[in-house]
């Protein structure tokens, strides 16, 4: 009698499921932080003479290949033009400019890059939206534009691992 098993077979990968990753479309670019309330008087009142002095004093070498998100943390009012001159003065250096925190970066740039992927190859597939992460915190708008995006092409979406998923969508069978 031969004590022989049965080959291992990896059941997900005969699946035929394609399993996405939002971790891999995370922007690699440092980012660095420019809070306009620095350059306030009293954190409140913008000056135009003082601002465009402190513009122009700024060292903006230091944001040389990084995105530099621009923002004010208090509840002063900036004009516009403030905006653009700092636009103005960060773009040599700079690799982007845009205006809004951390948060809001990631989730225009995530739209941005989901709405330009080629849906072709999940075509009447079995996706599954990969739900754990390697410590990078996926906005919630990414996995919502991903969805949106796939639901018209792909055979059914899950979230989770594929091990142990989560339905969201599947496309009804033909009568």
């Not at 402190?54 to 040389?64: P, R, V």
């Not at 992927?117 to 996706?127: G, M, N």
């Amino acid at each position: 009698m031969s004590n022989s098993n049965p080959p291992l077979v990896n059941k997900v990968a005969a699946s035929g499921l394609i399993t996405l990753k939002l971790e891999e479309f995370w922007p690699n670019v440092e980012l660095a932080e420019l809070d306009i309330k620095d350059y306030l008087f009293k954190e409140l009142l913008l000056r135009e003479k003082d601002f465009r002095e402190a513009m122009k004093e700024h060292d903006w070498a230091q944001y040389e290949g990084k995105v530099l998100l621009v923002y004010c943390s208090t509840d002063a009012i900036i004009p516009m033009w403030a905006y653009m001159l700092i636009a103005s003065h960060a773009a040599p250096h700079a690799q982007d400019v845009f205006q809004g925190r951390p948060e809001d970066y990631y989730r225009t740039f995530f739209t941005q890059k989901l709405h330009a992927l080629d849906l072709e190859k999940y075509q009447d597939q079995r996706v599954i939206l990969k739900g754990c992460t390697d410590g990078k915190a996926i906005p919630p708008q990414a996995y919502l534009e991903l969805t949106k995006r796939l639901r018209p092409v792909a055979k059914s979406i899950m979230f989770g691992e594929p091990c142990s998923t989560v339905p969201i969508f599947k496309r009804p069978r033909n009568k």
